[in-house]
């Protein structure tokens, strides 16, 4: 169980160009805090006038298959089998992702969700017969969702590209019901003041356009909620933590051949996803980063601004938060204004 409160705010800050990007910027803050209970994170924030309520799930990582799959049974084989039955994360009891996925959504229709996040890994393949799946159980549970991808949700390992390619290509063959007409990899909702943006960063890497999707949202100046499937650099953590990480690159990835894919870049990150790390973590307006990948729950605070990894969905696991007006005396104690 994770307990604690951290109260955020941000004065004036000068910001080193990357890029060509913006050397300095006006970081006059919304107040916010933020209460962290087991798996329920309770903000209070200035300027919105209604409760908003979001179920971040992330990491299901469905494994189900038909004969339309036989075809790609070399490359979807070792995830196939790689969360079959699962220990659920409440009760410790067997459980399954199918399972797990059905639970959830019960539990987002119960709390009647303005949002369900779905970051990355809902699937360990891009099965059709999983994809109908879950399309078929998020129409007909009627709940408003935004969905970017994890690594495995668009990758057969051993299938010859690059992660830019075949993410395009199993985006678009295989998994594009569930970007609802969005552009796959960058979508913004905004739910009773709070922008949500669902940015996807799965091969680890971020293109200029989807930095300049954030920076506009950013500069916009409302409060932003960003999700995303792999966690951000923070000093300290591994390189699961992967987006803007300096050490990631080609000597650390001792995973490429167990994975099927091709090894990480000699250079490492390119320059647009190390400004898009700073860009992140220079934006006053954002409440907090909440991602996946590391199937464990973590909390960072980077430069101000937390950063929150989900435990898996595979075991049922979620993460419930609540975004609730700020009261007129905490503004007293909170506003910089
Ligand atoms: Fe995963």
Redesign the pocket.
């Known amino acids: 169980m994770l307990t604690g409160t951290l109260g955020l705010g941000i004065g004036m800050s000068s910001v080193q160009p990357a890029v060509g990007r913006t050397k300095s910027v006006d970081t006059s803050s919304i107040a916010r805090t933020l209460s962290l209970t087991g798996n329920q994170v309770l903000y209070h924030v200035q300027g919105i006038k209604q409760p908003i309520k979001v179920l971040h799930v992330t990491?299901t990582?469905l494994f189900l298959d038909d004969a339309r799959g036989e075809a790609y049974s070399q490359y979807s084989g070792r995830m196939a089998k790689a969360y079959n039955q699962t220990a659920h994360w409440k009760t410790g009891n067997p459980t399954d992702p199918e399972r797990a996925f059905e639970e959830t959504l019960a539990i987002a229709k119960e709390l009647d969700v303005d949002l369900l996040g779905l970051s990355?890994?809902i699937f360990s393949f891009p099965s059709e017969a999983a994809v109908e799946w879950v399309m078929e159980r998020l129409e007909k549970s009627g709940l408003n969702y935004l969905y970017t991808t994890?690594n495995?949700d668009w990758h057969y390992e051993g299938m010859e590209g690059t992660s830019h390619a075949l993410r395009a290509t199993w985006s678009e063959k295989r998994l594009k019901p569930l970007f609802q007409g969005n552009n796959p990899l960058m979508a913004a909702q905004e739910i009773k003041g709070i922008t949500f943006l669902s940015m996807d960063n799965s091969n680890y890497e971020i293109t200029s356009e989807q930095l300049d999707f954030f920076t506009k949202h950013r500069q916009a100046g409302k409060p932003i909620v960003l999700l995303v499937h792999i966690p951000f650099y923070a000093p300290g953590r591994p390189v699961g933590f992967g987006c803007g990480h300096p050490d990631w690159g080609w000597e650390v990835d001792k995973n490429y051949e167990l994975e099927g894919r091709v090894r990480w870049p000699k250079e490492g990150h390119t320059e647009v996803t190390k400004a898009f790390h700073q860009e992140v973590f220079n934006s006053p307006n954002l409440l907090g980063v909440f991602a996946?990948?590391v199937?464990r729950q973590t909390v960072d605070q980077i430069s101000g601004i937390p950063q929150f990894v989900t435990a898996?969905n595979a075991t049922g696991a979620f993460m419930e938060l609540d975004f609730l007006p700020m009261e007129e005396r905490d503004l007293a104690l909170f506003s910089q204004k």
Do not use: I, K, Q
């Open positions: 990491d990582h990355g890994d994890g495995h996946g990948h199937h898996p």
